[in-house]
């Protein structure tokens, strides 16, 4: 069964750090070959694109996380990283990974929730 597990998620005040990890061994996911993503959710709104981490190792952000949150990968241990830094109350949603552009079917997420 294909499957994608995130975790790192919590409660935490304004301007506090968290560290996201999604494990990708049971997904098929190839993480020296597939590009990855972060992605979140906010209750009420779509989904959308947080970061992305390319098969190279490098990296691109959405302007409202940019020099905040970092992506980072560990191919040996088939795990992706999100750590996020000053984080503000509307970083508060569900994250999720998934492969970039083709989609497997999607994890529960873990909660991030930004409030003092």
């Known amino acids: 069964q294909v499957q994608l597990v995130e975790s790192g998620g919590g409660l935490v005040q304004p301007g506090g750090s968290l560290r996201l990890s999604c494990d990708t061994s049971a997904s098929g996911i190839v993480l020296s070959r597939d590009f990855m993503a972060w992605y979140r959710q906010a209750p009420g709104k779509q989904r959308e694109l947080v970061a992305t981490i390319f098969s190279s190792g490098i990296t691109d952000y959405a302007d409202s996380v940019k020099g905040r949150f970092t992506v980072s990968k560990d191919n040996a241990k088939n795990l992706v990283y999100l750590q996020m830094n000053n984080l503000k109350p509307e970083d508060t949603a569900v994250y999720y990974c998934?492969?970039?552009?083709?989609?497997?079917?999607w994890g529960q997420g873990t909660q991030v929730t930004v409030s003092s």
């Open positions: 998934n492969r970039k552009g083709s989609f497997l079917p």
